[in-house]
């Protein structure tokens, strides 16, 4: 707290680094939760192992993300690349029929 | 957050170690504990002398007393009896969202057991990731903070990149750099094990935190899933109509039959239902990975419904990832290793708190601000105050009259009791010598724990009792440990390394 000519003390600054915690909290986790539901349905293994495989590697896509976001020049570039990402996982699971309802498998 | 990619990652250290640095102490700290969670039941159990036992047998005595106590239950759950746990665990529950009610029952009587009142180790165990919390909470809170701890590890690397220089780089002062080059000990000598045990426990806990996988593969019937994996028999659900539980020795006989070692324990579902099923569990296979054989039977007719099928690749690494943030594998050296392990991760993170405060410090005559003010304060509470819980704890089992009401309550009152009277006595004592009195405090709690249950049990190695003197002689160590470390906050340094470590350290440990 010692110390001084700092634009970093500013309240942009301090919104920024809001704005980061939230992204990488809400959109590593949206981002990993996606991933993991569309591998389980498109790797192909059998589907008990496609959903543990998913499962087990969804913790690292998580930290890949938040690292990213707090790497990032800077808070919008973050944003994008993460709602892109979201994006994308999210058409993939639509397509391989994750949002239908129950029966499908 | 800096300019570049390690400026960011120095800065992103830094503040994720801190926010969950607190509860990072007391997970490390009671997980740490946990290895050791059977000793310590022991210990805070003394009226329970092992002796031979029958699983059979005291399987029917346990299914006499779940019968009184909850015929219509959705399950129960019997543990059975072992030579050095002579006792029977009984669970039952109504409801899988519990609450789940249980018992210890004489082996032999099959009544509640005389042994005192005392939640023993499972207290400290399950506090590890619920915090003594309800459980949901807990767990969610400890998940994020595990989550949080992965990055703080991943950018801690990045920012330690010179990570071997830095482990030979040790400079034995009690000074800013000394702090610095004891974080990067701790933090890189069992960086492996941080790793491990951080991303294992996450995996420990998946089904909840990370649903999404088997909610999108198997729609609306979550369990088929775990059969699939080979963790579990396939089981049927209640028929409704009312059925006659058969003896469950004949069932644990054939299971012994079967495997040529007696089950851990019996799961009965729908113990009144004519579509009961009772499922036998033994213990893992000698190897890295849990999993435990199960074979399921027909509860009223005691015919074998099926067992759980080999698991595959994926499964099979779920698995191993439990066994080795349980370590059940391992014996008393590797456990013994674990140990030291876990006290490394949680010296970690005290380092690394006590380092934020340290290099955030004012320098000269300014006063603290707020929040380093509160961190300091935060940084005493959990460092000295979770130790000093666990010592009251004990103590508490010991000294509680075995009598009173709710005792088992009463150890866990004392437990946040201790712990909050030492984090509000180190708020209030002077910041020059609070660390000395909060360390000596614990210290000689711990060295107190041997010679306080030696008086009031009368069990004692000159009595001829040698059961606890492993625990004793780990209570003495930790007294010990203590003591030196109050010792060492004690002494006052000398201004010239003051001055060296502002100007070096500065840079080094406050990129922020």
């Not at chain 2, 994720?16 to 159990?45: D, K």
């Not at chain 2, 099923?277 to 999993?291: D, Q, R, T």
Request: with cysteine; glycine share 12%.
């Amino acid at each position: 707290m010692t110390q001084q000519k700092d634009a970093r003390r500013g309240p942009a600054y301090r919104l920024a680094v809001a704005g980061r915690i939230v992204l990488a909290v809400l959109g590593g986790y949206a981002v990993a939760a996606l991933l993991t539901a569309l591998l389980s349905l498109t790797l192909p293994l059998v589907r008990s192992e496609a959903v543990a495989s998913a499962t087990l590697v969804s913790f690292a896509v998580m930290v890949a993300v938040v690292v990213y976001v707090f790497a990032a020049r800077t808070l919008g570039r973050a944003a994008l690349a993460v709602a892109g990402l979201a994006a994308v996982l999210g058409g993939g699971l639509w397509l391989a029929g994750g949002f239908s309802a129950a029966g499908a498998a | 957050m800096r300019q570049g990619f390690r400026q960011s990652m120095a800065w992103l250290h830094a503040w994720s170690g801190l926010v969950v640095g607190w509860v990072l102490f007391s997970v490390f700290v009671t997980g740490t504990a946990s290895y050791y969670r059977a000793e310590i039941s022991q210990w805070m159990r003394p009226e329970l002398v092992a002796g031979a036992t029958d699983p059979a047998s005291s399987a029917d005595l346990a299914a006499a007393y779940l019968q009184k106590a909850m015929p219509d239950a959705v399950g129960w759950y019997v543990e059975l009896p072992k030579p050095e746990k002579p006792a029977v665990g009984v669970m039952w529950w109504k409801s899988l969202d519990g609450p789940f009610h249980q018992a210890l029952l004489d082996s032999t009587s099959g009544a509640p057991v005389g042994a005192r009142d005392t939640r023993g180790g499972d207290f400290l165990y399950r506090f590890h990731f619920e915090l003594g919390m309800p459980p949901l909470w807990g767990r969610w809170i400890v998940g994020t903070c595990a989550l949080v701890m992965l990055v703080a590890l991943v950018s801690g690397i990045v920012t330690h990149r010179r990570i071997f220089a830095d482990f030979f780089t040790f400079r034995r002062r009690r000074s800013q750099r000394g702090w610095l080059d004891a974080h990067n000990v701790f933090g890189v000598l069992a960086l492996p094990f941080h790793l491990m045990i951080t991303y294992t426990g996450l995996v420990t806990l998946a089904p909840m935190y990370m649903p999404w996988g088997v909610a999108a593969a198997y729609k609306g019937g979550e369990m088929r899933f775990y059969v699939d994996s080979g963790l579990m028999p396939d089981l049927r659900g209640p028929a409704g109509k009312p059925g006659t539980l058969a003896p469950l020795s004949s069932m644990i006989a054939q299971a012994i039959a079967e495997r040529g070692e007696a089950p851990e324990g019996v799961s009965v579902y729908n113990p009144a239902d004519a579509a009961a099923s009772v499922v036998a569990i033994f213990e893992e296979p000698h190897g890295l990975a849990h999993e435990h054989p199960q074979i399921a039977f027909d509860g009223t007719t005691g015919a074998v419904l099926g067992r759980n099928g080999a698991t595959r690749a994926a499964a099979k690494t779920s698995t191993v990832m439990l066994g080795l943030h349980e370590g059940h594998f391992a014996g008393a050296a590797l456990r013994a290793l674990f140990f030291l392990c876990g006290i490394m991760g949680a010296a970690t993170v005290a380092t690394g708190l006590v380092l934020w405060a340290v290099a955030r410090a004012p320098k000269g005559a300014k006063a603290d601000g707020f929040g380093v003010r509160l961190v300091r304060v935060l940084n005493l509470g959990t460092i000295a105050g979770l130790p000093a819980g666990i010592a009251a704890y004990f103590l508490a089992n010991r000294l509680l009259p075995l009598d009173l009401a709710a005792r088992a309550d009463w150890e866990v009152g004392v437990f946040f009791g201790a712990w909050a009277l030492v984090a509000v006595l180190g708020a209030v004592r002077p910041a020059g010598t609070v660390w000395r009195e909060g360390l000596a405090l614990v210290g000689a709690l711990f060295l107190a724990v041997p010679f306080v249950g030696a008086i009031a049990t009368g069990l004692h190695p000159l009595a001829g009792e040698l059961r606890f003197l492993g625990f004793d002689a780990a209570m003495i160590v930790l007294g010990v440990l203590f003591v030196l470390a109050a010792r060492k906050a004690g002494r006052p340094r000398p201004p010239q390394a003051q001055r060296a470590d502002a100007a070096i350290a500065g840079r080094e440990a406050l990129r922020a």
